[in-house]
T-cell receptor, first 112, second 108 residues
Framework: DTAVSQTPKYLVTQMGNDKSIKCEQNLGHDTMYWYKQDSKKFLKIMFSYNNKELIINETVPNRFSPKSPDKAHLNLHINSLELGDSAVYFC???????????FGSGTRLTVV | KNEVEQSPQNLTAQEGEFITINCSYSVGISALHWLQQHPGGGIVSLFMLSSGKKKHGRLIATINIQEKHSSLHITASHPRDSAVYICAVMEYGNKLVFGAGTILRVKS
């Protein structure tokens, strides 16, 4: 069983579209994250939710909206996609104040 | 300047060589991770450290909290070790801050 699963794995879309990436974890973790890896392979946190509450919200355009229906899911919705949004987006989960980070396999988003 | 600095950025080694990747950080942390990312692949956590040293197979990770420095060593390197190795520090609140990564290529 996949511990942290993201869908889709690849997403190609046109500028201006709205898209969502889904993330689910079956580890019983209470905290979930979205990270963005840019073209230079640099990873940076975007959001973190603990028990469905937003606890980290880095400087991210408000076109990006995370949604956590329960503590096992953290979805990322992106409005009005731009070319610069092209990147690999990683979901991760952990237990708060613990170090047991587990990453998803990533979603490669290409905006054309 | 990034809060987490890794060196070297690129490393090419011959199979069997001993490899060291260094990580220095400038912020207070609760833990440090060493991560591995294969081309086109996901991210795997190799080690989580808050002090001392950990060993797993041919991999050894050390951390010196006072000096804010960690090293990842690979003994008897093998081509399958070729990957990007990323140092990430866990700031308080479970937020990970990443180094830029070290691209390792091990030639046979």
């Amino acid at each position: 069983d996949t511990a942290v699963s993201q869908t889709p794995k690849y997403l190609v879309t046109q500028m201006g579209n709205d898209k969502s990436i889904k993330c689910e974890q079956n580890l019983g973790h209470d905290t979930m994250y979205w990270y963005k890896q840019d073209s230079k392979k640099f990873l940076k946190i975007m959001f973190s939710y603990n028990n469905k509450e937003l606890i980290i919200n880095e400087t991210v355009p408000n076109r990006f909206s995370p949604k956590s229906p329960d503590k096992a899911h953290l979805n990322l919705h992106i409005n009005s996609l731009e070319l610069g949004d092209s990147a690999v987006y990683f979901c991760a989960s952990s237990r708060l104040a613990r170090w047991d980070y587990t990453f998803g396999s990533g979603t490669r988003l290409t905006v054309v | 300047k990034n809060e987490v600095e890794q060196s070297p950025q690129n490393l090419t080694a011959q199979e069997g060589e001993f490899i060291t990747i260094n990580c220095s950080y400038s912020v207070g942390i609760s833990a440090l991770h060493w991560l591995q990312q294969h081309p086109g692949g996901g991210i795997v956590s190799l080690f989580m450290l808050s002090s001392g040293k950990k060993k797993h197979g041919r991999l050894i990770a050390t951390i010196n909290i006072q000096e804010k420095h960690s090293s990842l060593h690979i003994t008897a390197s093998h081509p399958r070790d070729s990957a990007v190795y990323i140092c990430a520090v866990m700031e308080y609140g479970n937020k990970l801050v990443f180094g830029a990564g070290t691209i390792l290529r091990v030639k046979s």
